[in-house]
């Protein structure tokens, strides 16, 4: 069951969020694990020759805080190639499955010499990661749980985990989220899955929210990879 549910978000919610994004006129960042790709490598290549972005998220949706020594790096080795060999496009930038951050994911991140991170919440805003007191250089794109759909549509069976809020709730949450965002002049960034907002009662919510941001003068729609540029070209002025 539970792979199944997986399944959905190539059947039907990549589907449609794709749809979303042409009528809208949008580009997105798509963070693909690597077995995801290999599995659907006609996805990850419309998706790509959409003008999608193409990002890392993990080989197999692993914790990395669960590895032993050395595995996560041959891993996230092993994604970034293979998102380079099915897209055709170099990842420039990582999102860690689960939002998992170990020792050891800097100094990998480093070494691939990746743009930006999308894992860490310590601001609103972008800001540059450090490491041992220095800056990298990296552009670190802050996620929130309360940005993130599967937060509040999650279902496990054999759990306490049931949807508890309705899409017209998660409507208002996200539109708020939105409008301080704006009200600061600053970045609002959504975390979605395919198989999560992919739902027919939930693809509606998502639209009307870019609709709600349409309606306001001045707003950027940028994938991850622009957005991290954008970040670094500023900090060099």
């Known amino acids: 069951?539970?792979?199944?549910?997986?399944?959905?978000?190539?059947?039907?919610?990549?589907?449609?969020?794709?749809?979303?994004?042409?009528?809208?006129?949008?580009?997105?960042?798509f963070f693909y694990p690597a077995v995801s790709a290999l599995l659907h490598p006609e996805e990850v290549r419309g998706v790509?020759?959409?003008?999608?972005?193409?990002?890392?998220?993990?080989?197999i949706h692993e914790a990395n805080t669960t590895l032993p020594p050395g595995m996560e790096r041959e891993l996230t080795l092993r994604a970034a190639e293979t998102l380079e060999k099915v897209s055709g496009t170099r990842p420039v930038g990582i999102r860690t499955a689960s939002w998992d951050f170990s020792v050891d994911t800097m100094s990998i991140i480093r070494e691939m010499g990746l743009l930006y991170d999308s894992s860490l919440m310590a601001d609103d805003e972008p800001y540059e990661l450090m490491a041992d007191g220095e800056p990298t250089g990296i552009v670190e794109l802050p996620p929130e749980w309360i940005r993130d759909?599967?937060?509040?549509?999650?279902?496990?069976?054999?759990?306490?985990?049931?949807?508890?809020?309705?899409?017209?709730?998660?409507?208002?949450?996200?539109?708020?989220?939105?409008?301080?965002?704006?009200?600061?002049?600053?970045?609002?960034?959504?975390?979605?899955?395919?198989?999560?907002?992919?739902?027919?009662?939930?693809?509606?919510?998502?639209?009307?929210?870019?609709?709600?941001?349409?309606?306001?003068?001045?707003?950027?729609?940028a994938t991850h990879a622009e957005l991290a540029q954008w970040c670094k070209d500023q900090s060099a002025l």
């Open 48 to 59: 790509a020759e959409a003008g999608h972005e193409i990002g890392i998220h993990s080989w």
């Open 149 to 221: 759909d599967a937060v509040y549509f999650n279902m496990v069976r054999f759990s306490g985990l049931r949807p508890y809020t309705p899409p017209s709730a998660v409507e208002e949450i996200f539109k708020a989220e939105f409008d301080g965002a704006y009200a600061e002049g600053g970045t609002f960034l959504l975390t979605m899955h395919p198989h999560v907002i992919g739902h027919r009662s939930r693809i509606t919510l998502l639209e009307r929210v870019i609709e709600h941001i349409k309606g306001h003068e001045g707003v950027w729609f």
């Open 1 to 29: 069951m539970r792979i199944s549910q997986g399944q959905y978000g190539a059947r039907q919610g990549v589907p449609r969020i794709r749809r979303l994004l042409e009528r809208q006129g949008i580009k997105a960042s």
